[in-house]
């Protein structure tokens, strides 16, 4: 049984993985300050199953001021998912969010970390690390966004506390999608631009631009192997990719089958920061994992309308 903490407990992937580790019998320690970024009703909501079970406690604290010291011990295997996503949010003075969140945040977290001796840090980095590299052979850190300028700085803390004796691993993310999307992300807007009412989907660029989605119990599981099962002899970024890319007008299509409705769509020029194309490198995490992803995108596109339309019918 680990102690596990997680920092950004109440998001969309990190209730996900807290419900997994729970179910597996370890104890949960989850730490999440609500930032009202999106709804935090929503955050409550998202932690409901793991609040009922006893091997959970969760810690209302922001990351920056938090005292990590007060909480960490040698034992400890800590997943560190709390940051401030989203690339469009990140121009402009949004950048100030990544700096203080994002890169500030984990680096107080990998400080207290090796203080602490734990056993290791398992952390979300991001697919935007690699900008418009993120396909074939050319891949390299080259983000296009402040986000992902935020994310690589998060890795290169990595190297400096790795060198320092820290166990590390960051997790690069592609597109994360299923229950409890963050709603600024395209399923979940799709999906609500599909079902009853008058939200809009704002399609940027001609849809032709594709992702690698990756289903969020894959991503749990991916990073629950990271966390609990690597081996620490070297620093290795594993890239965390659902196996398949789609272009946007696919994912439309696929959305509107699952609806048998027609998806509200407003036009806008394709922005600064978004990649034309991501796919991931699956060797690596296949290799030292022996993970890959199992979700087809229609069965966990089929799984994320579920669980929105329950919400929509639970708030009537
Ligand atoms: N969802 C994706 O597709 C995706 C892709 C790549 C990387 N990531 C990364 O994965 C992680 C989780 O993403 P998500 O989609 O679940 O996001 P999310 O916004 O749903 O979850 C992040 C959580 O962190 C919390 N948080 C924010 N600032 C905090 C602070 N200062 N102190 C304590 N808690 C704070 C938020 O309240 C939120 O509950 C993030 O680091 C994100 O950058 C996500």
């Known amino acids: 049984m680990t102690r596990a903490i997680i920092t950004g407990v109440a998001g969309f992937i990190g209730s996900h993985l807290s419900e997994e580790l729970l179910r597996r019998g370890h104890k949960v320690i989850g730490i999440d300050n609500f930032d009202p970024w999106y709804d935090p009703d929503s955050k409550h909501r998202n932690l409901s199953r793991s609040l009922s079970n006893k091997s959970f406690e969760l810690i209302e604290s922001d990351i920056r001021t938090f005292d990590f010291s007060s909480l960490l011990q ?4 800590v997943f560190h ?17 990544n700096v203080e969140i994002n890169i500030y945040g984990t680096q107080r977290i990998f400080e207290a970390a090796l203080s602490a001796n734990v056993k290791k840090v398992a952390f979300a980095s991001s697919s935007s690390i690699y900008g418009s590299t993120a396909t074939g052979e050319g891949r390299r850190i080259q983000p296009i966004s402040p986000y992902g300028v935020s994310k690589a700085a998060c890795e290169q803390l990595a190297t400096v506390y790795y060198e320092r004796g820290l166990s590390l691993v960051p997790l690069r993310y592609f597109t994360v999608y299923g229950p409890r999307q963050r709603p600024d992300m395209a399923m979940n807007r799709l999906f609500r631009a599909s079902l009853p009412g008058s939200y809009r989907f704002p399609l940027r660029g001609d849809g ?3 992702r690698e989605f990756t289903f969020v119990e894959d991503v749990v599981e991916a990073t629950i192997r990271a966390g609990l099962q690597l081996d620490d002899s070297r ?9 398949v890319s789609a272009s946007l007008n696919e994912v439309i299509n696929m959305v509107q089958e699952i609806t048998d409705s027609k998806t509200r769509i407003d036009n806008f020029p394709l922005p600064p920061g978004d990649p034309k194309v991501t796919t991931a490198s699956s060797t690596i995490v296949k290799n030292l994992l022996g993970w890959e992803a199992t979700t087809p995108l229609m069965d966990g596109l089929k799984k994320q309308h579920l669980s929105l339309t329950q919400e929509l019918v639970s708030t009537l």
């Not at 040698?74 to 295997?77: E, L, P």
């Not at 998912?81 to 969010?97: E, I, K, M, T, Y």
């Not at 620093?235 to 196996?243: A, T, V």
């Open 235 to 243: 620093l290795e970024p594993l890239d965390i990719g659902g196996g």
């Open 81 to 97: 998912l709390a940051a401030r996503p989203g690339v469009q949010d990140s121009w402009g003075n949004g950048f100030l969010n």
């Open 208 to 210: 032709t631009q594709s």
């Open 74 to 77: 040698s034992n400890d295997t």
